[in-house]
């Protein structure tokens, strides 16, 4: 419709439920056309999704998670593994990525993949993040006091995380509880960060800058195309996604895009972190494109912190 001159789009999400496919039901079809609706949201907005018994197994599930996501903090069911990261260009151990899981008293250990998401929805991410940003700068701080000061550690961010208004203030606190220096504090950010409205993106970073605190986007490659807001917004380091990197000595096309990143990157004053390296070959090409930091299973997956610190002991006395 339009009035004034002015015209007011309007789209549509739909879920569809069929009879007797589904259920013989009105109640029951109601129910699953609703939880397709959702689906369809989900995956976009402005189309249509067919129910399917699947779409009910996963919400069952999901809703499980969030249920017991609640109390996986107060009784400690959540910790932190660390993937150690590395110069390439003298092989030298400079910090770790901090990488969330859940032991799950029933499910075993889950994967930041399969329950973020529902962090998100919930709202739990605020929370979940503030605790993962402790428990990082504290194990940070250990690390500086055992003799490893030129360590740093990684912490990924969500972007709801900024919507909430006080992460300044959670970083800056977990910076003065466990007394890490700011300098030995990286935020990964994600680059659907940078489009989403009404997040004031560029004020949280240089406040958390002037602090000290470093910045770097992760996945670099997956997502948004417009990489304008390099030169916006002031980060330290990229991150070259491993879907790159697991193909790079096979695929020419990958190597071409990791090349030009890297030029670019370092044409910024930017730094290159390659993630999911798991072989000396693709090591070595790495090396001969000039980027400049990496991890993966080449050297080590994610460690508990006993394990990153006898981790940490026998790659000190190998340098």
Not at 131 to 159: D, R, Y
Request: hydrophobic letters at 40%; proline letters at 3%; one cysteine or more.
């Amino acid at each position: 419709p339009c009035q004034a001159g002015k015209c007011l789009r309007i789209t549509c999400s739909l879920g569809l439920s069929i009879a007797p496919d589904d259920s013989d039901d009105f109640d029951i079809l109601l129910k699953n056309a609703d939880t397709a609706m959702y689906i369809a949201k989900d995956r976009g907005r402005n189309g249509w999704q067919s129910y399917n018994e699947e779409m009910s197994r996963n919400l069952k599930e999901n809703l499980r998670l969030a249920t017991d996501l609640r109390g996986a903090i107060d009784s400690q069911q959540l910790v932190m593994h660390y993937q150690p990261k590395f110069e390439l260009k003298t092989g030298n151990l400079v910090g770790a990525e901090a990488l969330l899981r859940w032991e799950h008293p029933t499910l075993g250990m889950i994967y930041p993949d399969s329950f973020i998401f529902i962090a998100e929805k919930t709202g739990l991410i605020t929370e979940i993040g503030a605790w993962v940003l402790q428990e990082a700068c504290f194990q940070a701080a250990k690390w500086h006091q055992q003799g490893f000061a030129h360590l740093h550690v990684s912490v990924n961010l969500s972007p709801v995380q900024f919507q909430r208004g006080d992460l300044e203030a959670i970083v800056v606190d977990a910076l003065s509880d466990t007394g890490l220096p700011a300098r030995a504090l990286e935020l990964e950010l994600t680059e659907s960060l940078f489009i989403e409205k009404g997040l004031d993106v560029s004020g949280v970073l240089h406040r958390l800058r002037e602090h000290g605190v470093r910045f770097s986007i992760d996945d670099l490659g997956t997502g948004y195309s417009n990489l304008g807001y390099l030169t916006r917004f002031k980060v330290e380091t990229l991150k070259i996604d491993r879907s790159f990197i697991s193909r790079l000595t096979h695929n020419s096309h990958d190597e071409a895009v990791v090349r030009a990143i890297t030029q670019m990157a370092h044409g910024l004053n930017m730094l290159i972190v390659a993630e999911g390296i798991e072989d000396e070959s693709t090591l070595e090409r790495l090396r001969l494109l000039g980027c400049d930091k990496g991890q993966g299973y080449f050297w080590a997956g994610g460690l508990s912190p006993d394990e990153f610190n006898q981790f940490l002991l026998e790659t000190a006395g190998d340098e």
